[in-house]
């Protein structure tokens, strides 16, 4: 493929996607896009979702994505726990928005799970990519020095910057 070949094919995608978008009017209910539930720790920080949405979509109407993150009891049924996030955003051409909720420590204990529900009211095909999930606390040593590890790393470091001082400082 040439360049020309190659920037003709982009511009029939872009058509295509804009027609596919016109073709299928607006939606005006709500469509699950994606959902899932993980199990919260004494460990877990966060639940987040990433939403993405496609690169190029002029003509069509911005999405609008909302995020719910529901906590979960030990024997409760997802939909009958308690919401803890519910925000609607609008996704601009080729944007990340990211939705996070910070866990406290009534939280972890009285919840075993969080169920992440990401909807879109609004042309659902415009959204790229989800990503969803928890983050967890890390617990680092007290030391305060580089350990074990570290001290390797220093090693393998100046041997690298030695390598590289005799092969930059070669002469042709």
Do not use: C, Q
């Not at 990401?118 to 020095?145: A, H, Q, Y």
């Amino acid at each position: 493929m040439n360049r020309n070949t190659i920037a003709a094919s982009g511009l029939v995608l872009a058509v295509v996607v804009l027609l596919a978008g016109i073709a299928a009017g607006g939606v005006a209910a709500d469509t699950a896009v994606d959902n899932g539930t993980v199990e919260v720790t004494n460990d877990t920080e966060s639940a987040y979702a990433d939403v993405s949405a496609v690169t190029l979509y002029s003509g069509a109407p911005a999405p609008n994505v909302t995020v719910v993150v529901e906590g979960v009891p030990n024997g409760t049924d997802v939909g009958n726990g308690t919401e803890l996030l519910n925000e609607t955003r609008t996704l601009s051409s080729g944007s990340v928005e990211s939705f996070e909720y910070a866990l406290n420590d009534t939280e972890r204990g009285s919840y075993t799970r969080v169920h992440i529900s990401v909807t879109s009211s609004g042309d659902g095909s415009l959204i790229e990519s989800v990503d969803w999930g928890t983050i967890k606390r890390v617990s680092g040593g007290g030391s305060g020095g580089l350990g074990g590890a570290g001290t390797s790393t220093g090693v393998i470091v100046a041997v690298i910057v030695v390598v590289g001082a005799i092969y930059f400082g070669r002469e042709d």
